[in-house]
């Protein structure tokens, strides 16, 4: 997914859910503004070690875009995507199994780009659906862990 479409439909959601003010969320202090200089150097990482921290990003805010589809998809979409996704663990094909999860990926962005997320926070505060809410917590959860590391393999890409 595009972190663009990402960033707009987690924090969006998140906010709205949560009656956060995006003004003011700081995140515990994580995050430095941009160009804020922390007195630190990153450390030299090994090729390897780089390849596995971006494999656990990409992990992470796939985790939470499946997290945000679960709270603002409709039924009838998440039983393709989740049919797509069984198809995928069945697969015997390693080629057929990775067009699989590409088209997982595009269906998710497609549908999580339509999604009216005025709407969505509305629907999900009648609604007071416990699990739906959580899911919107967890995508906000791991969509900030997943920038994170992003932000570590950044540093460290000079090194």
């Known amino acids: 997914m595009k972190n663009n479409t990402r960033i707009g439909a987690i924090l969006l959601a998140s906010f709205a859910v949560l009656g956060a003010d995006p003004a003011h969320a700081q995140f515990g202090g994580l995050m430095k503004k941009p160009g804020s200089d922390s007195g630190q150097t990153s450390a030299a990482m090994s090729i390897g070690d780089w390849v596995k921290l971006a494999t ?7 985790k939470s875009s499946d997290a945000l589809a679960n709270a603002v998809l409709d039924k009838q979409k998440l039983d393709e995507i989740n049919a ?27 549908a999580l780009k339509a999604v009216d997320y005025d709407q969505a926070a509305a629907n999900l505060s009648k609604e007071k659906n416990a699990k739906k809410i959580q899911n919107v917590g967890n995508a906000a959860y791991n969509f900030v862990l997943g920038v994170l590391k992003d932000k570590e393999l950044l540093d460290t890409a000079n090194a």
């Not at 656990?56 to 796939?62: F, M, N, P, Q, W």
């Not at 797509?84 to 962005?109: F, G, H, P, Q, V």
Request: aromatic share 0%.
């Open 56 to 62: 656990e990003a990409k992990g992470l805010l796939d």
């Open 84 to 110: 797509l996704k069984k198809a995928a663990a069945e697969a015997k094909d390693d080629k057929a199994k990775k067009e699989l999860l590409l088209k997982i990926e595009a269906e998710t962005n497609a």
